[in-house]
T-cell receptor
Framework: QKEVEQNSGPLSVPEGAIASLNCTYSDRGSQSFFWYRQYSGKSPELIMSIYSNGDKEDGRFTAQLNKASQYVSLLIRDSQPSDSATYLCAVKAGTASKLTFGTGTRLQVTL | DTAVSQTPKYLVTQMGNDKSIKCEQNLGHDTMYWYKQDSKKFLKIMFSYNNKELIINETVPNRFSPKSPDKAHLNLHINSLELGDSAVYFC??????????????FGNGTRLTVT
């Protein structure tokens, strides 16, 4: 079983719709959860972090965490073509532990 | 500019050669990392240094040798390069004493092609 799992996609959504990206993780001791966006040929950039159960909103982005289900998701409202990228879920167990990435979900926002 | 910078951006070399990638961060972070991203975009940690001390050493061939002369620099030397080493190598940094909440800041990557 992979430590962090994501559907590789591509996930195709029309412009203006809500994109829903999902991630599950295997380590119940995980404490910190991050979503990174990576455009083709570029480096990953942090877009959201979440540490406690529930929702966290930042602009058009909402991260949702459910530790009991070992599930974290990212919602992108009013999707734009510029949101087309690979979204990487990353999970960390503790201060000195490594940040483990999922394989990423490729999002395509169509006109 | 404050950033994580790595050189070179592109590296094309033949099998059997030895090459190095350099990384520097001016964010004042105490921890630096090397990640490898393969052709399927899977980003996997290789090494991590905290204040020049190796703290994470994943299952990586010993042809790969990291070196951290100070907490702002982390270099990666690769001996006897193989075709399977072709990938994008990302350097990253974070501040460990801010706890597990400290995110990674990535460099722009080095695309290594072994022919």
């Amino acid at each position: 079983q992979k430590e962090v799992e994501q559907n590789s996609g591509p996930l195709s959504v029309p412009e203006g719709a809500i994109a829903s990206l999902n991630c599950t993780y295997s380590d119940r001791g995980s404490q910190s959860f991050f979503w990174y966006r990576q455009y083709s040929g570029k480096s990953p950039e942090l877009i959201m972090s979440i540490y406690s159960n529930g929702d966290k909103e930042d602009g058009r982005f909402t991260a949702q965490l459910n530790k009991a289900s070992q599930y974290v998701s990212l919602l992108i409202r009013d999707s734009q073509p510029s949101d087309s990228a690979t979204y990487l879920c990353a999970v960390k167990a503790g201060t000195a532990s490594k940040l483990t990435f999922g394989t990423g979900t490729r999002l395509q926002v169509t006109l | 500019d404050t950033a994580v910078s790595q050189t070179p951006k592109y590296l094309v070399t033949q099998m059997g050669n030895d090459k190095s990638i350099k990384c520097e961060q001016n964010l004042g972070h105490d921890t630096m990392y090397w990640y490898k991203q393969d052709s399927k975009k899977f980003l996997k940690i290789m090494f991590s240094y905290n204040n020049k001390e190796l703290i994470i050493n994943e299952t990586v061939p010993n042809r790969f040798s990291p070196k951290s002369p100070d907490k702002a620099h982390l270099n990666l030397h690769i001996n006897s390069l193989e075709l399977g080493d072709s990938a994008v190598y990302f350097c990253a940094s974070s501040q460990m004493d801010r706890g597990s909440n400290s995110p990674l800041h990535f460099g722009n990557g080095t695309r290594l092609t072994v022919t």
